[in-house]
């Protein structure tokens, strides 16, 4: 567990190292699940988002493609977030695992070569950095943390940087999913847009958490990060799927 305002690890650059989350066990063969109800799935999380994120303006921009022309797709190390206590270290490293994802996505189509792009290496990288936000949108709803924000001194700071930062967050994640090639490869393009849109949702959710403090309500036990985060899972399956990996 991460001491009061830190991440997991950080290396002597200050960037933030994390451990791969602990494999999950094998589960037994049987019916795969029928194709259909796998689109019903997918298009029930889609509209979801989409409702959520009905106001945002996602026109296309001409600056560029992000994850042709940006670092991380433009998403800054840690969201921009600072951990005054562990609720805001808990946004960080979400926001640190969805900046990592658009990084690797970003390397794959800056290749050419369709078997480069296929990568094992970039894949297992974006697998592993959507464990991380599963298990830390988990860890971080968990009532211990919003007691602390509703206790702890230093949580007004926290908020603070909250209010701050998470405009900043959207604005940029919106701003990037506008200038998106719509030539990028279908499953690349998919992942990107799913990992701003939890990036919007996360920062819309962390603003609303903390709206009327010292009233609080934990953003990682809510609807719409909940529903982000599976979206995100399931473009990132389709990834793999799409480059023969499972």
Known sequence: MAGEGQADKVDDEGRYIFDAPPEEPEEEEGEEEP???KDEKKETLVYSIDQLLS???LSLDSA???LRTKSYGGIPSFGGFKGWVEYGVGAGLVAEAAHC???S???MIRLDDPEARANRGHL???KEEMGIIEDKVKEYGRPVYTRQMREYDSAEEQVENIRETAPELKRRARRAMGQIDPDTPPRIRETAEA???FLIVLSD????SVRNYPEFDNAFQGQPVQTATRALSLAVDNLFDAYGYR
């Open 195 to 197: 990992t701003y849109k």
């Open 55 to 57: 106001e945002t303006d």
């Open 101 to 103: 994802i658009l990084g």
């Open 35 to 37: 194709e259909g109800d």
């Open 124 to 126: 297992a990288h974006i």
């Open 205 to 208: 959710s962390l603003l609303t």
């Open 105 to 107: 996505l970003g390397r």
């Open 64 to 66: 560029g493609c992000p």
